[in-house]
């Protein structure tokens, strides 16, 4: 067997992976990407940020990606049941100057956009190509071995190795890294439907977020009248399911008076699809010559649909990391990573005080009563937007908010803390998480 020789090798060709790739062929490396799938192909995730548009840009699929979403102008948020109060952030009204909306889009379209202007840009990129083995050689580059969709195996030896596997968390799981995430639980089921009411006016391509008792429903429209809608809940909720994962989810819809009459004369378009607890992060980022970018690395929740931007922007910021080791510069290199990994833990920071809070008495209470004091309301849409490193403006005033949280918990105490006890034994079962 034949090992070829790459500068960077990428295993994954999701939006991580493919920005990442796109971004060093423009450096000028040789770049080898390995995607285990074919695309297109289904995948949840469809509601991306404002602050990716930025991103997409500077990768030049911006207009492409126009022609396939749907604006998406802000988030609104239902809270309660009967007699429910709808609330509505808008991007346009942010804190700074992140773009005023974003996009819906189909995963399958999305991600074969990026593969394909991966590949246009000079990238190796196979598909059908499942990783098999990595190993680390005496001169600190990685053998990676691979078998395609005829079951031959291919070789290549990479200067700089990029985990971008998505949930498949190939190092991770490789190296015994992957950890629950000891703070969050959930589970999701999730399909497509034809027919759903869609919000009036400029708000139709607005995604939607509603509370029910074990958790949270996403409904987020799409082009040709498709609906993306999921139920996320704690793990024991989904196991209470008696019928089809179908009658499960729709029961789930019928719960609530808001989704239930939005579902009037809709019809599923695929099979109702779960996932298991898979809120996760892993003990390691990166290493000599590796690194792990988007959800190789940690997910936490899709709440806020922070997933994509998290992972595209990740592999935009790991670029110099992976320039400074080819460079043969080992201290750049250690400054490099320093910079990357604290980047990257900031953002998820940011992203999941909220999401581990989200489902609180007192989160529902604050978010169904925005005051923008010291303009907090728009630090938090600035966060709903994806603006969560360098404006400091936004991180200022979601410390206020974070105060104006921890204020509200104590006065509510009571009901603050038979929340938290009932969540730890919740985690305790599903993560073993000793008391």
């Avoid at 990407?33 to 074919?38: A, I, N, V, Y």
Wanted: glycine share 8%; with cysteine.
């Amino acid at each position: 067997m034949k090992t070829s020789k790459t500068d960077v090798l990428i295993i994954g060709g999701g939006p991580a992976g493919t920005t990442f790739g796109t971004l060093m062929k423009k450096r000028g490396f040789e770049v080898t990407l390995l995607e285990k799938g074919q695309h297109p192909r289904f995948h949840i995730g469809e509601s991306l940020l404002p602050m990716n548009l930025p991103i997409l840009e500077r990768l030049g699929v911006l207009d492409e990606i126009k022609a396939i979403g749907v604006i998406k102008p802000g988030a609104d948020f239902t809270v309660g049941n009967r007699n429910a109060e709808l609330l509505t952030f808008r991007f346009a009204e942010a804190l700074g100057d992140s773009p005023g909306s974003a996009f819906e889009v189909r995963r399958s379209e999305f991600d074969q956009i990026l593969f394909e202007n991966c590949r246009k840009s000079g990238v190796q990129a196979f598909e059908g190509m499942k990783v098999n083995h990595v190993e680390t050689t005496d001169a600190e580059t990685h053998k990676v071995t691979a078998v395609d969709s005829n079951g031959e195996e291919h070789s290549w030896e990479a200067s700089f190795l990029v985990d971008a596997s998505g949930r498949d968390t190939f190092l991770s799981t490789k190296n015994g890294w992957k950890r629950p995430n000891r703070k969050h639980a959930s589970a999701a089921v999730f399909g497509h439907f034809r027919g759903v009411k869609r919000r009036p006016g400029l708000d139709q391509g607005n995604i939607s977020i509603y509370w029910f008792e074990s958790g949270w429903i996403w409904m987020i429209p799409l082009q040709d009248d498709i609906m993306s809608i999921g139920a996320v809940s704690y793990p024991e909720h989904l196991r209470t399911r008696k019928g089809s994962l179908d009658e499960f989810l729709l029961e789930t819809l019928e719960s609530l008076s808001e989704t239930r009459e939005r579902m009037i004369g809709a019809h599923a378009t695929i099979p109702a699809q779960a996932t298991g607890n898979y809120s996760y992060l892993s003990d390691r980022i990166l290493g000599p010559g590796f690194m792990m970018v988007g959800d190789a690395f940690a997910f936490i929740d899709p709440v806020f649909s922070s997933g994509v931007y998290l992972a595209m922007h990740g592999a935009e910021r790991g670029v110099p990391v992976a320039e400074a080791w080819l460079s043969g510069n080992r201290s750049r290199y250690k400054r490099s990573c320093n910079d990357y990994q604290k980047e990257i833990q900031r953002g998820i920071s940011n992203f999941s005080w909220f999401i581990y809070r989200f489902t609180t008495p007192v989160m529902r209470n604050l978010m169904s009563n925005p005051r923008d004091v010291l303009k907090v309301v728009q630090a938090v849409i600035s966060m709903l937007a994806g603006d969560v490193y360098q404006n400091r403006h936004v991180r200022r005033r979601l410390l206020v908010f974070k105060t104006i949280y921890a204020i509200s918990s104590l006065i509510n105490w009571r009901e603050a803390y038979a929340y938290r006890r009932a969540k730890l034994a919740r985690l305790r079962s599903e993560t073993g998480l000793s008391s």
